[in-house]
């Protein structure tokens, strides 16, 4: 053996440790260019992820993409073959992608506030497949006149709160089975709707199919009709849905023609990560866009906006052709995120009326991440809001109190009321806070919610809610009768809610 060549000259030798206590910053490669997760589902979808990033020296920058949208990174940072990213969310919330680059692959683990977090591989890629080139310009914004629908708030059931990907053709059938024996569907319960995850391919004409998990979509739709039932799908302007399945952008016509064929009453149209091709002053004529599609096919369809109440939506969407638009961004089954929402909704109040409405999302009642006190105070305060009411428990298996929270007559009374005026915020009183809502016939409905979480007796403050007369209302909850102004003390349960109807003048 040539001893000659393990002899390394000095400077070589300074040169490889200094390279070493120099620390592994000077080993890191540079991950500036677009990392793509990719990974085919069991049906059929392909999930993605890109990480476009830009680094200098360790410093990263750019954009963390999911179907949902992008989020600018506003910290990021490599340290050796260790990277981290951190975005902020639209709740404000820290979004954070970090890892390790081995070999020519990207370990990366999500951070996403609103979910567990998870691991994905990513690979560079020579282009990003949430950037499209040559934008379709969307049509010259106008006034679409109402199209006749929707008088009272839609209800029904949406698969999303708690299937989300794992529903199908045989859970969407039983649901339509349950919608009818519960009794949901003669309380007025009307749509099932499917959320996102039904998509599969497009074919070699641009025709879309609905994937493996539901094999016929026509049949399925004949099923829920014949159960007396209106049927909903889903899709999003974006090339991509929110759960990154097939959207309808560039085939909007298409899909229109497609949804009135299998027999659709109700779409609901997500934005997604459409904001990779527009700014969000499109956001109008890009609605307006699919609204005139749906209307081409002379098939009565409601027509729901989800972009998460941007660009004051309330101001646009009946204009749009919408029917009902998201005010917020997601629900979850959680009394902090129910109250945020429900926080942000009297200043928007008087948008909504009949035909169109404002939409705090969708109930969770019944999922199991509330109290039934909360519950009450959910199904209560989107009564109060005109909301839509769209269950979106597993309906087949209720439990007595979920069961009478959503079959309430009074409460849905409220909800559908025909004057359709959104009630607002009249009062806040140490920890309750009193909304009021005017129904038809002057009739007055009022929610006193106790944010406390301990129980708090009050005295209803008739006067300064605005009832000066005797009137009697009926406790919706209790059915007890209440008589104003002698009966005003109430205890209410921590986070509970008390909710008066005028049942007539006393
Ligand atoms: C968005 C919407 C949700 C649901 C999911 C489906 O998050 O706001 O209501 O439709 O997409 O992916």
Same mark, same amino acid.
């Given at each position: 053996?040539?001893?000659?060549?393990?002899?390394?000259?000095?400077?070589?030798?300074?040169?490889?440790?200094?390279?070493?206590?120099?620390?592994?910053?000077?080993?890191?490669?540079?991950?500036?260019?677009?990392?793509?997760?990719?990974?085919?589902?069991?049906?059929?979808?392909?999930?993605?992820?890109?990480?476009?990033?830009?680094?200098?020296?360790?410093?990263?920058?750019?954009?963390?993409?999911?179907?949902?949208?992008?989020?600018?990174?506003?910290?990021?940072?490599?340290?050796?073959?260790?990277?981290?990213?951190?975005?902020?969310?639209?709740?404000?919330?820290?979004?954070?992608?970090?890892?390790?680059?081995?070999?020519?692959?990207?370990?990366?683990?999500?951070?996403?506030?609103?979910?567990?977090?998870?691991?994905?591989?990513?690979? =560079?890629?020579?282009?990003?497949?949430?950037?499209?080139? #040559?934008?379709? &310009?969307?049509?010259?914004?106008?006034?679409?006149?109402?199209?006749?629908?929707? &008088? &009272?708030?839609?209800?029904?059931?949406?698969?999303?709160?708690?299937?989300?990907?794992?529903?199908?053709?045989?859970?969407?059938?039983?649901?339509?089975?349950?919608?009818?024996?519960?009794?949901?569907?003669?309380?007025?319960?009307?749509?099932?709707?499917?959320?996102?995850?039904?998509?599969?391919?497009?074919?070699?004409?641009?025709?879309?199919?609905?994937?493996?998990?539901?094999?016929?979509?026509?049949?399925?739709?004949?099923?829920?009709?014949?159960?007396?039932?209106?049927?909903?799908?889903?899709?999003?302007?974006?090339?991509?849905? +929110? @759960?990154?399945?097939?959207?309808?952008?560039?085939?909007?016509?298409?899909?229109?023609?497609?949804?009135?064929?299998?027999?659709?009453?109700?779409?609901?149209?997500?934005? +997604?990560?459409?904001?990779?091709?527009?700014?969000?002053?499109?956001?109008?004529?890009?609605?307006?866009?699919?609204?005139?599609?749906?209307?081409?096919? #002379?098939?009565?369809?409601?027509?729901?906006? +989800?972009?998460?109440?941007?660009? #004051?939506?309330?101001?646009?969407?009946?204009? @749009?052709?919408?029917?009902?638009? =998201?005010?917020?961004?997601?629900?979850?089954?959680?009394?902090?995120?129910?109250?945020?929402?429900?926080?942000?909704?009297?200043?928007?109040?008087?948008?909504?009326?009949?035909?169109?409405?404002?939409?705090?999302?969708?109930?969770?009642?019944?999922?199991?991440?509330?109290? @039934?006190?909360?519950?009450?105070?959910?199904?209560?305060?989107?009564?109060?809001?005109?909301?839509?009411?769209?269950?979106? #428990?597993?309906? =087949?298996?209720?439990?007595?109190?979920?069961?009478?929270?959503?079959?309430?007559?009074?409460?849905?009374?409220?909800?559908?009321?025909?004057?359709?005026?959104?009630?607002?915020?009249?009062?806040?009183?140490?920890?309750?806070?009193?909304?009021?809502?005017?129904?038809?016939?002057?009739?007055?409905?009022? @929610?006193?919610?106790?944010?406390?979480?301990?129980?708090?007796?009050?005295?209803?403050?008739?006067?300064?809610?605005?009832?000066?007369?005797?009137?009697?209302?009926?406790?919706?909850?209790?059915?007890?009768?209440?008589?104003?102004?002698?009966?005003?003390?109430?205890?209410?349960?921590?986070?509970?809610?008390?909710?008066?109807?005028?049942?007539?003048?006393?």
């Amino acid at each position: 053996m040539n001893l000659g060549v393990m002899v390394l000259p000095m400077k070589s030798v300074i040169a490889f440790l200094a390279l070493m206590f120099a620390g592994p910053v000077l080993l890191a490669a540079d991950l500036s260019g677009i990392w793509l997760h990719s990974a085919r589902q069991p049906d059929g979808h392909t999930s993605q992820m890109v990480l476009a990033l830009l680094q200098s020296g360790n410093t990263l920058t750019g954009k963390i993409e999911q179907p949902w949208g992008s989020l600018a990174i506003k910290e990021g940072k490599v340290d050796g073959n260790h990277f981290s990213v951190t975005a902020m969310n639209d709740e404000g919330h820290p979004y954070i992608c970090e890892g390790t680059l081995e070999g020519d692959k990207l370990h990366v683990t999500v951070r996403d506030p609103n979910a567990q977090p998870y691991d994905v591989v990513a690979t =560079r890629a020579k282009s990003d497949p949430f950037t499209v080139a #040559n934008v379709i &310009t969307p049509p010259a914004v106008r006034d679409l006149p109402p199209n006749g629908l929707a &008088t &009272t708030p839609p209800m029904g059931w949406n698969s999303w709160n708690l299937f989300a990907g794992r529903i199908d053709d045989k859970t969407v059938r039983e649901m339509a089975d349950a919608m009818v024996s519960s009794g949901l569907r003669d309380a007025g319960y009307i749509y099932l709707n499917i959320d996102d995850t039904w998509e599969g391919d497009r074919d070699a004409s641009g025709v879309i199919h609905s994937n493996n998990k539901f094999p016929d979509m026509k049949a399925l739709a004949d099923y829920v009709h014949s159960k007396g039932l209106k049927f909903g799908i889903y899709s999003s302007p974006s090339p991509y849905t +929110c @759960a990154g399945y097939e959207g309808s952008y560039a085939h909007e016509a298409q899909d229109a023609k497609t949804y009135a064929g299998w027999g659709v009453d109700y779409l609901k149209y997500d934005w +997604c990560s459409a904001s990779n091709l527009y700014p969000d002053s499109a956001m109008r004529a890009v609605y307006q866009k699919m609204a005139e599609a749906l209307r081409a096919t #002379n098939r009565p369809i409601v027509y729901s906006l +989800c972009q998460y109440g941007r660009e #004051n939506v309330w101001e646009w969407g009946p204009k @749009a052709g919408g029917n009902l638009w =998201r005010t917020t961004g997601d629900i979850n089954d959680t009394y902090k995120r129910m109250m945020e929402i429900v926080d942000t909704q009297s200043a928007i109040a008087k948008w909504a009326g009949p035909g169109h409405w404002n939409d705090p999302d969708m109930l969770e009642v019944g999922n199991g991440g509330m109290t @039934a006190d909360e519950y009450r105070t959910h199904m209560s305060l989107w009564a109060i809001f005109a909301a839509p009411l769209l269950a979106g #428990n597993d309906v =087949r298996g209720m439990t007595p109190d979920m069961r009478s929270i959503l079959l309430n007559k009074d409460v849905i009374a409220i909800d559908q009321d025909p004057l359709g005026k959104e009630g607002e915020l009249a009062l806040k009183r140490s920890d309750v806070d009193y909304w009021v809502r005017s129904l038809a016939g002057s009739g007055i409905a009022i @929610a006193a919610v106790n944010r406390a979480n301990a129980p708090v007796s009050v005295k209803i403050p008739w006067t300064e809610l605005g009832i000066h007369d005797r009137f009697v209302f009926k406790e919706v909850w209790s059915g007890l009768d209440v008589k104003a102004p002698s009966d005003s003390a109430f205890t209410i349960p921590p986070h509970g809610v008390v909710l008066l109807k005028m049942e007539m003048v006393n």
